[in-house]
């Protein structure tokens, strides 16, 4: 026990200043059990050292990290562990990589009914189904979901201010009094193009080199979040990265998924399988008309977000395809998008049309639908500059 307190106490010490996310003042942690889900590479070790260093001290033995990766856990129980940790004064037990122990859900259930002031806040992998599939947490867990930085956390950390979230409401019906007042105080444009090739992850603030660490991520996503997790046999991975390769190079794009099941020689069946779990790791998203769903096939693929379009350094970045890629993830964090019909891209949440435009000059507008912008600071109308979707959380 004492070693996981000095490492608790180590990791934390050492924290540095890490960017404080805006779900840390959405979670309710009144909850006795809060999962956290989020890709691989968005935070999520740091996010609960940060909770930890913000609500305990590093001395406060009430509060302890721990990871599941450790190999203590391969001879003694998480229960074991936390009756321990308990009965010595212990009720905030952050639990890292979750997954990684067999049987997880079945010993967070566990813990909770036994130890009845203990509150455990864990985090998982998107590939997780804390509700849906679990019917064992079903009720008790209050899950949330923690995104790679926003455009609005970006421009925040480069210029050093504190713009606040804005609702998709807002922005509709007042967008050109948020961006005069945003860019009255920086310039959004000097720092849009770089949040769109590496301004996502967290990598950016590590001295490494960021399209290796993505690139080594995204293969973590394959062999960990999907393969593991998901159960399947390791023979499988060549065929699951050389099917993620094509959806990367063919992306955004309709799916045909004949084509993908010749070129890898993998069933129809399996293909759709496998890209939903692409989907479920956030490497990609799909885009369906309005009343389809999965199993479906979707109407369009999309990178997650646009950083992933510059990690395939073989296919030059088409510039329509970074914007529409990040309205995409933008927008999606809050709201449902389902693809339009003729020149309208995107339904928003069923009502809103959007059109997204990379080059002003070759649009032809008219007044029943809005437009999203690059390369504009402020607009008017139903034009809103495509950066200020940064700003929805």
């Keep these: 026990m004492e070693s996981f307190y000095r490492t608790h106490s180590y ?3 050492h924290l540095g200043n890490p960017v404080r996310r805006e779900l840390m003042r959405e979670i309710d942690w009144s909850h006795r059990l809060i999962g956290i889900k989020g890709s691989r590479g968005v935070g999520k070790t740091t996010f609960l050292l940060q909770y930890a260093r913000e609500h305990f001290s590093s001395a406060d033995r ?20 936390a009756q321990v940790f308990y009965a010595q004064g212990g009720r905030t037990l952050l639990i890292d990589q979750v997954f990684k122990y067999p049987g997880w859900s079945e010993a967070l259930r566990a813990c909770n009914d036994s130890l009845p002031e ?7 992998s998107t590939v997780m189904r804390l509700k849906e599939e679990n019917p064992l947490l079903d009720g008790l867990v209050a899950s949330y979901n923690l995104r790679g930085f926003s455009f609005r956390e970006y421009l925040n950390i480069k210029a050093g201010l504190s713009f606040r979230p804005y609702t998709l409401d807002e922005l509709l019906s007042n967008h050109v009094t948020i961006a005069r007042a945003i860019s009255g105080r920086v310039d959004p444009l000097q720092y849009f193009d770089e949040y769109l090739h590496h301004g996502y992850y967290p990598f950016f603030l590590e001295t490494s080199n960021f399209s290796e660490n993505l690139i080594k991520t995204i ?10 997790l998901k159960q399947l046999e390791l023979s499988y991975l060549p065929k699951l990265r050389r099917l993620l390769y094509l959806v990367f190079t063919q992306a955004p794009g309709a799916v045909n998924v004949s084509k993908l099941s010749q070129e890898t020689q993998i069933s129809r069946a399996t293909v759709m399988n496998y890209i939903k779990c692409f989907k479920d790791a956030r490497l990609i998203n799909m885009l369906y008309r309005e009343g389809e769903t999965y199993p479906q096939k979707p109407a369009m693929l999309y990178l997650h977000n646009p950083n992933l379009i510059y990690s395939n350094r073989s296919v030059p970045a088409d510039r329509q395809a970074v914007c529409e890629t990040f309205f995409y993830n933008a927008v999606h964090s809050r709201h449902r998008l389902n693809m339009g019909a003729n020149s309208v891209r995107f339904i928003v949440d069923g009502e809103h049309p959007f059109r997204i435009i990379s080059q002003r000059a070759k649009a032809r507008m008219s007044g029943d639908m809005n437009y999203a912008i690059d390369n504009m600071r402020v607009g008017h109308d139903r034009v809103i500059p495509l950066w200020l979707f940064g700003f929805l959380y």
């Design 11 to 13: 990791l934390v010490e």
């Design 118 to 124: 203990l509150q455990i806040i864990f985090t998982g």
């Design 62 to 81: 009430s509060c302890l990290y721990i990871n599941l990766n450790n190999l203590y856990f391969t001879e003694h129980s998480l229960e074991e562990f």
């Design 219 to 228: 293969n973590l996503m394959m062999e960990i979040d999907i393969l593991l």
